[in-house]
T-cell receptor, first 116, second 110 residues
Framework: GAVVSQHPSWVICKSGTSVKIECRSL??????MFWYRQFPKQSLMLMAT?????????EQGVEKDKFLINHASLTLSTLTVTSAHPEDSSFYIC????????????FGPGTRLLVL | RKEVEQDPGPFNVPEGATVAFNCTYS??????FFWYRQDCRKEPKLLMS???SGNEDGRFTAQLNRASQYISLLIRDSKLSDSATYLC???????????FGTGTRLQVFP
């Protein structure tokens, strides 16, 4: 159990396009979902934390108007990269914690974004 | 200074070798500690949690020294399949946020 999926797994888009990434907990209800970004040879950097039905909490330096997060249900969170630019090209990974087991984060397989 | 620091490696070791990774963290109030493994172009996967008493899972042994704010991972009898990047991860105190180190790359050769 505890499977997290992401869609799409990779996307290539033109500069100025908005891209939506979905994160789903398939077999459990997620208390909280996290969004990370990882550039090549760097660590995962937490972008934001989202709880169902409330506004996401963004980490310092992450523009909330650029990276829109919607957490409409206990099994789905979406990240929209608005007006993407080449510097937004990265590996975006979500994770989720189960209701009652907040310490363990289950990671999705990630989404590779390439902005041309 | 980064909140979690690791030697990036790479560590190149032959099969059967024992290899140790170290990690230091800066926030003394940190409460939870983990080692994750990340294969190339994949998501990180939990290898093991780390406790003050030390814990072992097969060929893997993790140690935590709170006084020195130091975490270690020992891999015995290395296998080719152990080749990956090992991420030291610390839970930020009073939250459920995880802080990742940049990882230590291990390459096991035949």
């Amino acid at each position: 159990g505890a499977v997290v999926s992401q869609h799409p797994s990779w996307v290539i888009c033109k500069s100025g396009t908005s891209v939506k990434i979905e994160c789903r907990s398939l077999d459990f209800q997620a208390t909280t979902m996290f969004w990370y970004r990882q550039f090549p040879k760097q660590s995962l950097m937490l972008m934001a934390t989202s709880n169902e039905g409330s506004k996401a909490t963004y980490e310092q330096g992450v523009e909330k108007d650029k990276f829109l997060i919607n957490h409409a249900s206990l099994t789905l969170s979406t990240l929209t990269v608005t007006s993407a630019h080449p510097e937004d090209s990265s590996f975006y990974i979500c994770s989720a914690t189960r209701v009652g087991l907040q310490e363990t984060q289950y990671f999705g397989p990630g989404t590779r974004l390439l902005v041309l | 200074r980064k909140e979690v620091e690791q030697d990036p490696g790479p560590f190149n070791v032959p099969e059967g070798a024992t290899v140790a990774f170290n990690c230091t963290y800066s926030n003394s109030a940190s409460q939870s500690f983990f080692w994750y493994r990340q294969d190339c172009r994949k998501e990180p996967k939990l290898l093991m949690s780390v406790y003050s008493s030390g814990n072992e899972d097969g060929r893997f042994t993790a140690q935590l020294n709170r006084a020195s704010q130091y975490i270690s991972l020992l891999i015995r009898d290395s296998k080719l399949s152990d080749s990956a990047t090992y991420l030291c991860v610390v839970g930020r105190s009073n939250t459920d946020k995880l802080i990742f180190g940049t990882g230590t790359r291990l390459q096991v050769f035949p």
